[in-house]
């Protein structure tokens, strides 16, 4: 290859980095071969990070033809023609400015914006060949103290010091360490579940990249515990309520699904403090998230269910203080929660409101439902009282779908589930709270059961959506109704009754055993259970044209699509 | 005090200065040779000063007259807390007395500067009508003088002259209602959802009070009818502040202290209820402890009482009314259901009420000049929109 020289001083950060890591991204195979990437065939099957990249294949660094494209300032400088190929060699630190076809000379001086590499910080002797000379910084900024612990622990273990932090990778770190603002997620992301990135938005990770599994483990994922150990109670009222006996359910199946669900609970708790202890600023940012915030209630929730599940062969009563324990989270979520909503400002309920706020109300009567089982006489009227009053205001707002409301779905998602929750286990709460099934506990059940019927009714509006993992939180609504069925055959005891009983409680059912399918489809088949975890990592700010001009060049996105998002931007 | 003259003289012939908060006080700059005309005026900047009693002065006569009534119920031998009664019966009747006093006698002389400022400004008056603030607090004098009759040691709820004298604080309130009630939904300016805000509140607590007032006196049907009045628009409005309209931001920081009225409204309605019902049962209660939950709630925010906490003004009384009430309820929460916890829980929170009457009633001796009011914050209404109010 001809090159000509040309010094033109590069900017530091490219001094000190290697950017071939992404295949297709900042490295061009030449097709004959010459010169392959020998750290694609490394990268490419990384699986989780950590694992230590085989050293044979990093010692073999050898000229690496690296491609940087650099756009002119100006958008008229759009034309593909004019823009530069600047290789980099990759021999040593020196730059070494090498120009192929410069058809241009004119446009040597224009000031370049060289696309900005990833980042992968070398230690100073490349020679070195533990895991830990080429870590991945791309993911400090995540993790608990932005990396700094580990890197205090290579350094413990005796490496050569690193080098203080690039302005780049500096900045990258302030991004992240401050969560963004409320606004700033309605604005990014967009779906039932704010969880697809807009087309003009930029990710501060990459993409197209697997990402650490830690990162890649939503609050979500606590959904499955709720929809396992709903279904555990299920089984136990099928099992124990005397206006059922005529099925002649047997014990076990509440037995397993307990067992099941304790274990769930149990590995998913442990994975999520995991991500806690490893990925702190990960989980901060998920809790500002305007959706995901809610499911910080569902592992209490999850936890009280497994409580009002326990098979009486296990134990029979409970102690109090066991709901002590449990409705403390609750309670400082909730003051947080509510209080926002109450003193307005950015989360004021008008904008964030959205059908997972339910999550936040039910937690209340679950408490309640548990204490009144549990023989407590004040506690659950205190938290009914909380969870009614911030039900009706809930239930106001998210029916009058007000036009400031960004966040609803306009079109049917599973999430709309979330509506029948709150009545059915509220009606619960009460009845076992006054001690029988009475008109106040009624009128709750006869709501969730015309919201139910009317969410049934449009099933078929429910296909063709993409399956994710927060559809099981979206399933112990139906348990919860079909529960509240059962309860009610129990007052009210006739064949219309019973039949529904029997139907609502078949329908619940099929329907975990469906999405437990699924999920094992997507876990074990298609292995993609966990994908990109997109909505932790938009940025603070608004992404800059130039940056969004490369985030499109780089994704194959359509470019009509991209004009629409655009306007679409613009409007907003 | 010659110094607030030369001060208000200044500021009192020209063009009110637009500002709707209190003035920062600059005692030691005044020029001295404004001294002629300083006690030419002084008259009329004395009166100046009277008339721009606002209703907001009247948070001072909620408070005193709601302390009042605590004192008594805390007092009443059906009171159940073992500890608390035996203290309070240790404090002479006779200061139980003089507080009442205290009360009525601040509650007529805010009467009266008001009807001063009827007469003498009816301009400002007719504008605080118009305002999304000022208009809730015209209830607030009916409100103490209803308290205030419910605290009366002289006489009982079945005397003929009790009667009367509820008669004529409730038609205030009731007519009132018409007005603002019927504003909320058909009225274009001032549409429920343009003119939210906390102080809404106290118009609900208008109604509960008459109600509770009502039900003591044996008139059960009065009473349902002014609670079934106050809990609807109760619900409406609590639904409309959670929502938070962009319109409904306009409170001003000073006025954050108000923020507490969102938890006596549900406690009055707690202490309406019992008494129509004659027992506390499980309405009641849950209303406690929504209002209870909203303490904490508001509690565990100072961020958002910072700014209003940095000067002493008439709004922080604002914070000792709903701390009554709420210690009130505690009150009857203990009568009914016994044991260890209600009882702390009254304990605490009369306590809690007392102290900050009892510092805000020092604070206010201590710094009357910041709570004077140095202008009439709805006089700059009256020059923006010319005649036309």
Redesign the interface.
């Known amino acids: 290859m001809e090159q000509t020289e040309l010094q033109v001083e590069i900017p530091s950060v490219l001094k000190q980095t290697s950017c071939q890591n992404i295949k297709g991204f900042d490295c061009v195979d030449y097709g004959n071969g010459n010169n392959p990437n020998p750290l694609e065939n490394a990268i490419s099957d990384k699986e989780s990070y950590g694992e230590s990249i085989a050293g044979s294949k990093i010692t073999k660094l050898e000229l690496q033809e690296v491609v940087i494209i650099s756009l002119p300032a100006s958008p008229s400088g759009l034309h593909i023609g004019q823009t530069k190929l600047v290789l980099h060699s990759e021999k040593c630190e020196n730059t070494d400015q090498n120009d192929t076809k410069n058809p241009y000379p004119q446009l040597a001086k224009q000031k370049k914006f060289h696309s900005q590499p990833i980042l992968v910080r070398e230690n100073g002797d490349r020679k070195v060949v533990h895991s830990e000379a080429i870590r991945d910084h791309r993911f400090d900024p995540f993790k608990t103290w932005s990396g700094r612990l580990e890197r205090q622990i290579s350094n413990l273990r005796g490496k050569a010091t690193q080098e203080p932090d690039i302005e780049a990778g500096a900045s990258e770190r302030d991004e992240i360490e401050e969560a963004p603002g409320v606004d700033r997620y309605f604005d990014a992301l967009e779906g039932p579940e704010l969880d697809t990135l807009r087309a003009t938005e930029v990710s501060v990770l990459p993409e197209d990249e697997k990402w650490p599994f830690l990162l890649r483990f939503p609050v979500n994922a606590f959904g499955i515990c709720l929809g396992v150990s709903s279904q555990a109670i299920l089984w136990k009222t099928l099992n124990t309520s005397p206006a059922m006996s005529f099925l002649h359910i047997s014990p076990m199946p509440n037995l397993i699904l307990w067992w099941a669900a304790l274990a769930l609970i149990l590995f998913v708790s442990f994975v999520y403090l995991l991500k806690i202890v490893f990925y702190f600023e990960a989980v901060k940012r998920e809790y500002h998230h305007p959706v995901r915030v809610n499911f910080f209630f569902a592992p209490w929730i999850a936890c009280m269910f497994m409580a009002l599940a326990v098979p009486p062969s296990i134990a029979v009563n409970l102690r109090p203080f066991i709901w002590y324990i449990l409705m403390t989270p609750i309670f400082i979520l909730e ?1 947080k929660i ?2 926002q ?4 400002g950015q989360r ?3 904008k964030v409101a959205n059908p997972s706020n339910h999550l936040s109300i039910v937690g209340n009567f679950v408490g309640a439902l548990l204490g009144a089982n549990m023989g407590l006489k ?1 506690g659950p ?2 938290f ?3 969870g ?3 039900y ?2 809930l239930f ?2 998210l029916y009058q779908r ?1 036009p ?1 409301n960004a966040a609803l779905p306009k079109e049917l998602h599973p999430v709309f589930f979330l509506f029948v929750a709150a009545p059915s286990v509220a009606c619960m709460a009460w009845a076992k ?2 001690g029988d099934f009475d008109y106040a506990a009624r009128i709750p059940y006869f709501i969730a059961l015309f919201l139910y019927m009317s969410l049934a009714v449009r099933v078929n509006f429910f296909t063709g959506i993409r399956f994710s993992l927060a559809w099981w939180a979206y399933t112990f609504p139906m348990t919860g109704a079909s529960i509240a069925t059962i309860k009610y055959t129990m007052a009210v005891t006739n064949v219309v009754t019973r039949s529904l009983s029997v139907c609502l409680s078949a329908i619940s059912t099929f329907t975990v055993s469906t999405l437990l399918v699924y999920t094992i489809v997507h876990a074990f088949v298609l292995r993609d259970l966990f994908p990109n975890d997109i909505s932790i990592a938009i940025t603070r700010k608004k992404p800059k044209f130039s940056k969004m001009l490369s985030h499109f060049r780089s994704s194959s996105a359509d470019s009509k699509d991209f004009d629409s998002s655009i306007s679409k931007n613009s409007e907003i | 005090m010659a110094q607030n003259q030369r001060r208000f003289n200044v500021t009192n012939h020209q063009i009110p200065i637009p500002t709707l908060h209190q003035s920062t006080t600059n005692t030691t700059g005044t020029d001295t040779g404004t001294s002629t005309r300083a006690s030419k005026t002084a008259s009329s900047s004395d009166l100046s000063i009277l008339t721009r009693f606002h209703a907001g002065y009247f948070r001072i006569s909620l408070a005193l007259c709601s302390q009042a009534l605590l004192w008594k119920t805390l007092a009443e031998p059906t009171t159940d807390a073992r500890a608390l009664s035996s203290i309070v019966r240790t404090i002479p009747s006779f200061a139980f007395i003089l507080l009442w006093s205290i009360a009525l006698l601040t509650l007529l002389l805010l009467c009266l500067l008001y009807l001063v400022r009827c007469f003498l400004r009816f301009r400002s008056v007719r504008a605080e009508l118009a305002h999304h603030v000022g208009m809730n607090y015209l209830f607030a004098p009916w409100i103490s003088f209803l308290m205030l009759l419910q605290a009366t040691p002289f006489l009982q709820p079945d005397n003929r002259l009790y009667r009367i004298l509820w008669c004529a604080f409730s038609v205030p309130i009731v007519v009132l209602d018409v007005k603002i009630y019927g504003q909320w939904f058909t009225q274009g300016k001032r549409f429920l959802s343009m003119v939210a805000n906390p102080t809404s509140q106290i118009t609900v607590i208008g109604n509960l009070v008459g109600a509770h007032v009502a039900a003591q006196m044996g008139w059960k049907e009065s009473a349902v009818c002014m609670f079934s009045l106050g809990i609807t628009h109760y619900l409406v409005l609590f639904v409309t502040l959670y929502q938070r309209f962009l319109g409904s931001d306009s409170l001003p920081a000073m006025l954050r202290p108000v923020f507490f009225l969102f938890i006596a409204a549900p406690s009055t309605a707690s202490l309406a209820w019992d008494s129509i019902s004659s027992s506390f049962d499980t309405g009641c209660k849950m209303l406690f402890f929504l209002s209870l939950f909203l303490f904490a709630s508001l509690v565990s925010r100072p961020a958002l009482f910072k700014r209003s906490m940095r000067r002493f003004s008439v709004a922080w009384w604002a914070y000792s009314f709903p701390l009554t009430i709420l210690a009130l309820a505690a009150t009857e929460y203990a009568q009914d259901v016994k044991g260890v916890i209600p009882n702390v829980l009254m304990l605490v929170l009369s306590v809690l009420s007392v102290v900050v009457t009892l510092a805000l009633m020092v604070f206010t001796a201590l710094k009357t000049n910041d709570i004077l009011p140095h202008d009439d914050p709805f006089v700059c209404y009256n020059i923006a929109r010319g005649t036309s109010t």
Do not use: P
Request: proline letters at 0%; charged letters at 5%; hydrophobic letters at 60%.
């Open positions: 003051l509510y209080g909503w109450m003193s307005g004021r309920l008008s004040e009227i205190f009914f009282a909380v009614l009053a911030h009706i205001v106001v707002t007000l400031t709270i006054q």
